[in-house]
Every structure is written in structure tokens, then in C-alpha cells.
């Protein structure tokens, strides 16, 4: 869902230790690069004196499970699954999916989308088997049963304090308990890290239930759809909120400990908005925000989130703009605060989400 940008010189090897600096000064030019002060740094470090507690501790996550079928028909599985990804060749809306209550409903794409066919990641809450059926037309249908809550214990090295983003807390990586592995594919890094220009900032919603009672979970789910199923290699946001507001780090960028961004300021490409990823930063609220609007708790989170990056790049928030794409040089005018649906035929970031968009815009103007 990229641009398919050439590997970059800024690309660097894989590491679970996330935490350190991140560069910052306040506002600066639009194409600005940030400059080694402190932007990342532990709850501890409260002065930003440059430096972040060391240490990390080891935590156990459950590893991802999966069980795959091909085809349509009943599939079960030999655990509880809490998703299941789909995708398909065809029409986008031609595939129906059938769970443990015995309706049949329509599989929809969601916030994701992929070229030539239909993609689904679908809440089966516990399920041990699910149906498929496709209309004419539909082929090579795919099924992933995805488990993140219960598999077998995975250790991860987690910062023993908090990091944050100029005052906003956020999960690392190892901290949400991102396995690093499904980043490769056949013993090479899938999606290359390639960086540009910071451009806009896109908001996005996952699509999957409210009231989540373990959003980690969710957001490894959600990795692993995007990373596996979709073949992108990596989850597609540069950061997600939950409804209690906290913030976890997406697309990996790099071992700086610099979240979403390289040492010279650029941004890492990642796969939320396909054919406008390049220099456009996604932001992802967990849940479904078509008829209800975010907790007041994650819409002050994506407030302060967007407010950190946007004085730090120096990007007017209540502005219009011309997106150039620095892969093929594509434009889009959109606002520099978007939602998914200003680029491309989609419902996200969901209808009320989409109507509180002035109202961030707003909220995040200025100093």
C-alpha cells in the first residue's frame, strides 16, 4: 500500500531497544530536521536534559497465533481466535464471512485496501471456526484465524519507565509487543525503511470494536494482518491511540529510539493512506468511530500527538495544502490535518470522527 520507494542509505538494522532521544527545539521550518535535544525521553527525565534513564526489563507477551485456509467453506481452528484477516481477488464487497452467532454478513475493507480485490480484518471474539463464501467473480480467497491474547509467552526487553513524545506517553514497540521477525521475509527486511519530508498528518480509525479490554492485543492482531496478510511487512500506522488515550508506537523507523521519524527529522514511509504515503504521517484511533465519536481520553491524546509534531516541524495545522508525492509526484490538495477518507473512496476515520476534524484542526493550532 505504499509508494514502493527504492531502499534507502537510512535504512538500519532491527532492534528491540526503542527508548533514548528523539530530536526537537520547538517550531521550525516545514522541511526542517530535528536536532539532538530531547523529543523522546523517560517520565523520569521531566527537564529533557538530553538524556533518558537507561535500562530495560524483560516482560512476557503472548506470542501471535495463526491457523490459514484457502478457499470457501468452514474453517476451525485449535484456539480461540480473536480475528480473522481475509483477502481476496474480485469485486471489493463480493466475500461473505459467517461466525459463531450463524449470520452471515458482508466482509468490508475497513481502513485498509489492496489493488485488485477486497481485504478484511474481521472481530470473531473467541471463535474456534468461521465460514466463508464468495460471490462470482471472487478467487483466491485467502483466511487468516488470528490469536493475540493467549499464545505462548514471548519475552520482550521494555523500558523500565515510560517513553514519551514532549510529554506524551507512548508504547514502544517491545512495550506493546511487537514480534520483530514478521518484519522479514525470506531473511530480508519486507519493507525496506526509505524516509522523506514530513508533509501532513492523516487520521485514521481501526474499524474494530469499542470498549476493547486489551487494545495491545488488538494492535498485534492488527500487525499482523498488515505485516503477513497484506504483505506490507509492517503495520501501517505511524502511531495508534486506544480509548484510554494511550499512544503506541507503529511503523518501525529505525534504532534511534526516534518514533516515526529519522535523525535528520524525515519521515518513515509507512501504509495507511495507498498511493500518498510517502512524507504523510497516519495516526489510527482504535475502534469504530463511524456513529460514536473517541473517548474524551483518546481525543486528548491525538490532540497532544499531533500539537508535539506539528510544532516541532513547524506544520499550520488549520491549513490547506498541495501533498506532492516524492516517489512519482502525484498531488493531492487536502487539508494538512486530513482524514482517510480526503484521499481515497473510503469511510474511515469513520463519519462522526470525520465531522470532529475542524475542531482538532483547532484544537491543535498554534503554540
Not at 47 to 75: L, V
Not at 119 to 132: C, E, I, K, N
Not at 152 to 161: G, I, L
Request: with cysteine; net charge negative.
Amino acid at each position: 500500500m505504499s509508494e514502493n520507494p527504492t531502499p534507502s542509505a537510512h535504512r538500519r538494522k532491527r532492534s528491540l531497544s526503542r527508548r533514548g532521544v528523539i530530536a526537537a527545539t520547538g517550531a521550525v521550518a516545514a522541511a526542517g530536521a530535528l536536532t539532538p535535544v530531547v523529543f523522546a525521553a523517560t517520565k523520569s527525565d521531566e527537564k529533557s536534559t538530553g538524556t533518558a534513564a537507561a535500562g530495560t526489563e524483560k516482560q512476557d507477551f503472548p506470542a501471535t497465533r495463526t491457523a490459514a485456509n484457502t478457499g470457501t467453506g468452514e474453517a476451525t481452528t485449535a484456539f480461540a481466535a480473536g480475528f480473522v484477516a481475509v483477502r481476496w481477488k474480485g469485486a471489493a464487497d463480493a466475500v461473505g464471512i459467517k461466525l459463531a452467532d450463524g449470520s452471515w454478513k458482508q466482509a468490508t475493507s475497513g481502513c485498509a485496501a489492496v489493488d485488485g480485490g477486497g481485504t478484511a480484518l474481521v472481530h470473531s471474539g473467541g471463535a474456534t471456526a468461521y465460514a466463508l463464501k464468495a460471490e462470482d467473480g471472487a478467487n483466491d480467497l485467502r483466511s487468516l484465524a488470528i490469536d493475540a491474547t493467549s499464545g505462548p509467552a514471548r519475552s520482550f526487553a521494555v523500558p523500565t519507565e515510560p517513553t514519551r513524545v514532549r510529554g506524551v506517553e507512548y508504547l514502544s514497540r517491545p512495550a506493546w509487543g511487537a514480534d520483530e521477525s514478521k518484519r522479514y521475509k525470506d531473511g530480508k527486511v519486507n519493507s525496506p525503511e526509505v524516509y522523506y519530508p514530513f508533509q501532513s498528518i492523516t487520521v485514521h480509525h481501526t474499524d474494530t470494536p469499542n470498549g476493547d479490554a486489551d487494545p495491545a492485543a488488538t494492535v498485534r492482531a492488527i500487525y499482523e494482518y498488515h505485516a503477513i496478510t497484506l504483505d506490507w511487512g509492517d503495520i501501517g500506522y505511524h502511531f495508534l491511540i486506544d480509548e484510554s488515550g494511550a499512544v503506541y508506537e507503529g511503523r518501525y523507523s529505525g534504532d534511534d529510539a526516534i518514533p516515526a521519524f529519522d535523525t535528520d527529522g524525515k519521515l518513515v514511509t509507512a501504509f495507511h493512506t495507498g498511493g500518498f504515503n510517502s512524507g504523510n504521517l497516519g495516526i489510527a484511533l482504535i475502534g469504530d468511530l463511524a456513529t460514536q465519536g473517541p473517548t474524551d481520553a483518546a481525543r486528548a491524546s491525538l490532540v497532544k500527538l499531533i500539537k508535539v509534531i506539528a510544532r516541532i516541524k513547524g506544520l499550520d495545522t488549520t491549513a490547506r495544502m498541495t501533498y506532492v508525492n516524492p516517489v512519482n509526484n502525484v498531488t493531492k490538495d487536502v487539508n494538512t490535518i486530513s482524514g482517510h477518507r480526503d484521499w481515497l473512496e473510503t469511510d474511515c476515520p469513520g463519519q462522526t470522527m470525520y465531522n470532529l476534524l475542524t475542531e482538532v484542526r483547532q484544537e491543535t493550532a498554534g503554540q
